[in-house]
């Protein structure tokens, strides 16, 4: 705190007749004049506010006694306009625009002919490096450099188009006026000279960053063909709307990375770390802004980078999953986006501008949350992408007080944003409507109201056409979601900092899904056929599925008593299963797989065991034959054998099979994997009874025996749906080229021996990371 000096008084002047001081102790007081003009003008200023004073109360006094409403409302009005009159002249002037009237900017320079769909737009101000001549090297992609008062004066790059600052002036732009001169804000000058240039997709980079593999297209979703075909696209994960509350979420805790959070996010949400209890579905096609994520060094804010940064300055490091799914955001609901690393679509080139009178490190996260709360309005919705750039760390402070727009604001930011409405006709009339409101709240200044309007006649002085308005989801009742619209998802624990500190513990958010997962399958009986030689793979199969299951029954051709293996033939392996459900009748359900179908059961925890589940969805697995024509004597004698069956089925079996299937046509289901719950447990035991000792092969028993049981529409047909089904493999195709740990079932895979299981466990510890335990 400054404290200001304070000056020597003078030494009094004995000339002078002073009244103070010294002077004052020893001067002989001069006679007092009495003549009472000269004390009347003397006083004259007391004699006016002691007369004002008493006015004033015999005023009020006389208003209040008389009851002279009239005159007390004057009195009132009077002031309530003295009021609003000093307000009107510090309220911030609406811009005035003619929007049919805005004249076309033409294309000057040595670029007027040039056109291009697809341009990274970055910011320079030092000599190109090795990631940016990376980024002009990235194909079907035309790198656009901004430069600023920083950038050499000879800078230049293959490929690279280069706007200096003298060429930025020449181009026409309304924009170019507001933007200061040594900073990255210039890349504004940059979006409209894309757009102007024929930009369909625009990746908003950084020149420290490379591209994973150097194809964005790897990455990112390029070709999106809108809402007309938006059924034709295949869905994306998304955040529940389940809590309205619910306004901001941190991305990082889905790809793996629960410790850290983005710059942009409110302080007060960065100890939200659980994953989500489970999401829903969306359409894509609409995801108009993409945001990836960054390994290395992500876009992280400052009081994440003091606090996480060891002593010695050690680069970071930190990797998200790259398998884990894109996911997008519901209306209601935010997402810090950045400029260095997010694919802009047309739809939303309107979204780019970058407000100037805020922090620098401020300035594109405030851009993104007001871009989100716009594109609610044309139908669109942001989408978070794994790992598309890798930064790397070059252990430079991050300046905590450009951030203070954030870590203020932020937070009231996005409230206001989720609360806002506007009743403007058109799109732009909104976006300036909402600029204007956010300066008015003080988010940013009178500066970006002018910049805002400058900014739209830019666009529509380029040829843009703004995308035409749709209603908003949150004005509308929201969807109830239901058990089956929900969709589950566990997130990887990855090894992150803390406090300076690596942290690579992850046993106890690991036990926490075990715990689940027990809780949901613990009264289940797992009743597994095993095809390869028991004594190599029994022991495995009850060490990998048992931590899940209440316990694992596994059948064989051979029986072995010391690993407790039952004999049974695969061809009626479910002539076996009357004995295990008399054995386990309490248990909650019965599952049977056979050992070249393995299990994903952490994606089966929405799946409804009071349902049958079977493979009637899996194209490859439940086929329906004719038999009139069919030259194959086994497919007739097996339908021979079926129709014998049926006719002895009782009635409420017959009926519900033959809804379903005609006595010309038999149903093959390969059956690797089915469950029957516990209440249909005894209609099960019943329909083997019924079989007898007819050899009625097990692909052909268990079909006939679920659609006598119910009816398939009743079926949980959706659990089983997305699994991997791939019956004709070519000679050279390895199981690891078609494992994925997001289905619920994998087919097939041959483990014949511990080796074949440890290459399993492995794999499937991308689901499940405690596996690696066990190898």
């Not at 805790?253 to 969306?282: A, D, I, M």
């Not at 516990?678 to 028993?701: E, M, N, S």
């Amino acid at each position: 705190m400054l404290v200001q000096t304070r000056s020597h008084p003078k030494p009094p002047d004995p000339s002078t007749n002073h009244h103070n001081g010294e002077h004052r102790r020893f001067a002989p007081h001069p006679a007092k004049n009495l003549d009472f003009s000269t004390w009347f003008s003397d006083n004259l200023y007391k004699i006016l506010a002691v007369f004002l004073l008493l006015a004033t109360v015999a005023a009020l006094f006389f208003l209040r006694s008389a009851g002279d409403t009239a005159a007390l409302l004057c009195f009132e009005k009077t002031r309530a306009a003295a009021a609003a009159a000093a307000s009107a002249s510090s309220r911030i002037a609406y811009p005035q625009i003619s929007w049919n009237s805005i004249p076309p900017i033409p294309t000057l320079g040595p670029f007027a002919a040039f056109r291009s769909d697809r341009w990274i737009v970055v910011s320079v101000s030092s000599p190109p490096s090795d990631a940016l001549r990376a980024l002009a090297r990235v194909k079907g992609w035309q790198l656009l450099a901004v430069g600023n008062s920083h950038t050499p004066a000879d800078w230049s790059l293959k490929g690279a188009v280069f706007l200096s600052l003298e060429q930025q002036a020449q181009l026409g732009f309304r924009t170019v006026d507001f933007l200061p001169y040594n900073s990255h804000l210039r890349k504004s000058v940059g979006y409209l000279f894309a757009i102007q240039h024929g930009a369909k997709l625009i990746f908003d980079a950084d020149d420290r960053a490379e591209v994973v593999g150097a194809d964005l297209g790897k990455h990112f979703d390029l070709d999106l063909a809108g809402e007309a075909h938006a059924t034709k696209h295949p869905v994306l994960l998304q955040y529940s709307h389940a809590d309205p509350n619910r306004m901001v979420v941190n991305p990082y805790v889905h790809f793996g990375q629960r410790s850290v959070w983005p710059r942009g996010l409110p302080l007060e949400n960065v100890g939200e770390v659980g994953h989500e209890e489970f999401y829903t579905e969306v359409f894509s096609g609409r995801q108009f802004i993409q945001q990836g994520l960054s390994n290395g060094l992500p876009d992280v804010d400052s009081v994440f980078y003091f606090t996480r940064k060891s002593l010695n300055l050690e680069a970071f490091d930190i990797r998200f999953d790259e398998e884990a799914p894109k996911v997008a955001l519901p209306q209601g609901m935010m997402v810090p986006v950045n400029s260095f690393n997010t694919l802009f679509h047309t739809q939303a080139f309107w979204g780019l501008m970058l407000p100037v009178s805020v922090s620098s490190m401020a300035s594109d996260v405030l851009r993104g949350y007001w871009a989100q709360r716009i594109l609610w309005e044309i139908g669109g919705y942001v989408a978070i992408y794994p790992p598309t750039i890798h930064r790397v760390d070059r252990a430079q402070a991050y300046p905590f007080s450009e951030e203070k727009d954030l870590h203020v604001n932020v937070g009231r930011l996005i409230k206001f944003l989720v609360r806002w409405r506007s009743k403007k006709q058109t799109l732009f009339e909104r976006i300036l409507h909402l600029s204007y409101a956010m300066a008015e709240e003080g988010f940013w200044m009178e500066k970006d109201v002018k910049f805002t309007a400058a900014w739209l006649q830019d666009l529509l002085a380029v040829g843009y056409q703004q995308p035409r308005l749709m209603s908003l989801e949150l004005d509308r009742p929201r969807a109830t979601i239901g058990h089956g619209d929900r969709r589950e998802f566990i997130p990887r624990k990855l090894p992150s900092v803390h406090l300076g500190v690596e942290e690579s513990g992850t046993v106890s958010y690991e036990i926490g899904n075990i715990i689940r997962w027990r809780k949901n399958f613990g009264n289940v009986v797992l009743i597994m056929y095993c095809s390869a030689p028991v004594d190599r793979t029994a022991l495995e199969w009850r060490l990998l599925y048992g931590r899940i299951f209440k316990t694992v029954i596994i059948l064989s051709e051979h029986n072995n008593t010391d690993l407790a293996v039952e004999k049974g033939q695969l061809e009626q392996a479910y002539k076996y299963l009357p004995k295990v459900f008399d054995q386990y009748k309490g248990a909650e359900g019965f599952l049977f797989v056979q050992d070249n179908m393995i299990l994903n059961y952490w994606n089966l925890l929405q799946a409804d065991k009071t349902k049958l589940w079977i493979t009637n969805k899996v194209p490859h697995s439940w086929v329906s034959i004719a038999l009139d024509g069919n030259g194959d004597q086994w497919f007739k004698d097996q339908g021979e054998m079926v129709k014998k069956v049926v006719s002895n089925f009782p009635v409420h079996f017959q009926v519900s099979y033959k809804e379903s299937m005609s006595e010309e046509r038999l149903i093959i289901c390969s059956s690797e994997i089915f469950y029957v719950p516990q209440r249909f447990g005894g209609d099960f035991i019943d329909l083997v009874g019924l079989v007898g000792d007819l050899a009625i092969h097990h692909k052909i028993a268990v079909p006939m025996f679920f659609l006598a049981m119910d009816s398939p529409r009743n079926f949980d047909s959706d659990v089983l749906a997305k699994m991997v089904y791939k019956p004709n493999l070519s000679s050279n195709e390895s199981f690891f080229s078609y494992y994925t740990a997001q289905a619920p079932a994998v087919y097939p895979l041959e483990v014949h021996t511990e080796s074949d299981f440890i290459k399993l466990i492995r794999i499937m510890a991308a689901g499940d990371p405690l596996l690696m335990e066990l190898v």
